[in-house]
Each structure stands twice: as C-alpha cells, then as structure tokens.
C-alpha cells in the first residue's frame, strides 16, 4: 500500500468509529454492507444504492427516535 492509500483508509476507519460513537453500531453494519457490496467488478446497481439510501435513513430515523 502506499501512503496515500493507507491514509486512506485510516480516514475512512475514523470517520466509521466516529460515527459508530455518534449513532451507534446499526452505523458499522451499514458501511460494511456498503463496502462488501462496492467489492464486485460491476459495483452496485441503482437499487442497491436506493435500498442503502433507505437502509441509512430508517438507521438515522430509529437512531434519533431513541
């Protein structure tokens, strides 16, 4: 890896753990469905982006429901 790919990634760790503190874990098990999906050579289609969208927003919604 080189430094700006570490850094990188460091960045996005940071940003999930800041979150995950924020809003709890539901935050980590979204990004990483996220992630797992961005893996394939096709990416995620348009309805996979759609059902993340609402996937976030009923998180964000429960989140600030509690």
Sequence with gaps: MTPAEISAVLGVVATVVGLAE?????VYETVASALEQSKSKTGPTADQIAAL?????ADNAAIQAS
Aim: proline share 10%.
């Design 22 to 26: 924020k809003y709890g874990p539901e």
């Design 53 to 57: 969208f609402a996937k976030c927003t």
